[in-house]
């Protein structure tokens, strides 16, 4: 992290040491959880939605927390008050410390910002970015999905003096969170990847998520560029909104006169790889392998490609660094073999009914026969999508009927919010001991290990708060009596 001194604190946030914080406090690092404290830190005090971070400040000065940023006054065991800045509002304040230190990089470094949005595949793409920059110059990205008003500020934080890129994944629940991060980090290269039905319900309907993420485009100057996906109307139709110049990326032969990078021969491999060759503006191509799972990265591979570009980034640079390249974050497309001959797809950090889909086609695709060798028994564990609001029951009423239909030889819904796609898919297919439904993670975890056979692909798939990610991984790990695990 940028040092910043207590004075550096007090002028950035507006706020008010206590009398117990000493003149000469520098920080070394920003956090928010006590467990992450490390000595010289500054321990964020947010109020959360289950615990309040004020009641973990003396574990955070037990950690080596030299000082809080708090929103009142908090005294130790001896009522002595706790060393802190105290502001109106902490997550603010911290925002407000990430602008000061993306505007002291652009000074001293020309540091560039890439904003990244869409309701599916952000993470993935930072990730793919971020690996193609750092071949190139000192790069920050999210940890995870840091991607909302306090995971930005602490993907800021851990800049350094020598950073040259930000790659900054922008999430957004509503109208105006966009723009309440664009005005933090100043994003020069925007990229929109998609506009789906995650979160409907909180915003209101598609309509509103479109709008919600064209504010990223919106904020782009003159001399910024947006990177657009051509094969999403919705996002395609932002080039009207964006105050600087327009990228299009996408796949086939017919190419906008504004394209960027554009993939041509898209095929999947054996193991479910993408393969696609890249041709870039001025006429160099290449064609790579993707170390990623699922025909629906090329979307990911082709706006990381067209980001890295407008940064000026050279073609073979950018094919180097996305050939063979796999997934950066946990839970997504994440494949794990069993010594059993088991696999196990964990793609269960996140779900919206678009998400779902190509998990679903992914899974069909494994399961046929390669190069003359058999089919395998394709397995789907799917759990609820949740923040769909009135359209839930629709969509997932829909999800089943697809399992049938792509010939998806078991089903396994878990939990009653998901129910809907075990009653259509029955409905759909007749099915007897194709389709099973259970009510939680426990019932689940013991039909898995009794049935999965050797030789069975099964794709874990959920919303994050649903759970099937640690039962993706406890059945990766698990092996019957006997198996040499």
């Given amino acids: 992290m940028i040092e910043l001194s207590l004075t550096d604190l007090l002028d950035i946030t507006g706020g008010k040491a206590t009398a117990t914080a000493a003149s000469d406090t520098v920080i070394t690092s920003v956090t928010t959880d006590s467990r992450e404290v490390v000595p010289g830190a500054l321990f964020v005090a947010k109020p959360g939605e289950f615990s309040d971070g004020h009641a973990f400040i003396d574990r955070a000065r037990a950690a080596g927390a030299v000082l809080a940023l708090a929103e009142r006054v908090t005294y130790d065991e001896d009522r002595r008050e706790h060393p802190a800045v105290i502001v109106d509002d902490a997550v603010e304040a911290m925002g407000k410390i990430a602008a000061r230190i993306v505007a002291h990089l652009k000074e001293k470094n020309d540091a560039k910002v890439v904003g990244i949005t869409g309701s599916a595949g952000k993470t993935t793409t930072k990730d793919l970015l971020a690996g193609i920059l750092s071949q190139v110059a000192p790069t920050v990205s999210p940890i995870g999905s840091y991607n909302g008003e306090v995971g930005v500020p602490l993907t800021v934080f851990n800049a350094t003096e020598e950073t040259k890129y930000l790659v900054i994944e922008m999430g957004a629940t509503g109208i105006g969170h966009l723009t309440y991060l664009t005005d933090m980090v100043h994003p020069q290269v925007g990229v929109v990847l998609c506009v789906g039905t995650a979160h409907a319900g909180e915003f209101g309907g598609v309509e509103n998520i479109e709008k919600a993420k064209g504010e990223l485009v919106e904020a782009l100057d003159a001399d ?93 640079l950018i094919c180097a660094g996305l050939e063979g390249r796999a997934a950066g974050s946990r839970w997504r497309m994440e494949r794990i073999e069993r010594p059993d001959g088991v696999s196990i797809i964990n793609d269960a950090y996140n779900a919206n009914p678009e998400s779902m889909r190509a998990a679903l086609v992914t899974l069909a695709e494994l399961g046929l026969g390669a190069d003359g060798a058999p089919g395998r028994r394709t397995w789907a564990v799917l759990g609820e999508m949740l923040e769909l609001g009135d359209d839930s029951i629709h969509q997932h009423d829909l999800l089943g009927r697809m399992a049938v239909r792509m010939n998806i030889k078991k089903l396994v819904v878990v939990g009653r919010g998901a129910k809907p796609a075990y009653n259509s898919a029955v409905l759909e297919g007749s099915w007897g001991d194709e389709a099973f439904y259970v009510e939680d993670v426990d019932e689940a975890r013991a039909l898995l290990q009794e049935q999965l056979q050797p030789g069975d692909i099964a794709l874990f798939k959920s919303s994050n708060g649903a759970g099937l990610r640690f039962l993706g991984d406890e059945i990766a790990a698990f092996a019957k009596e006997g198996d040499n695990a």
């Avoid at 910024?224 to 909104?241: K, T, Y």
């Avoid at 021969?265 to 696609?276: F, I, M, S, T």
């Avoid at 191509?285 to 799972?293: A, N, W």
């Fill in 224 to 316: 910024g560029i947006a990177i657009l996906n051509a094969e999403d109307p919705r996002v395609a139709r932002m080039d009207s909104r964006s105050g600087g110049a327009v990228r299009f990326f996408g796949t086939g032969s017919s190419k906008p006169e504004n394209a960027g990078v554009w993939a041509t021969d898209v095929a999947v491999n054996k193991h479910g790889q993408p393969e696609l060759t890249l041709e870039f503006p001025g006429g160099f191509s290449k064609r790579i392998t993707s170390g990623l799972l699922g025909r629906h990265h090329v979307t990911n591979i082709l706006a990381a490609a067209n980001a890295a570009l407008a940064l000026d980034v050279a073609p073979v």
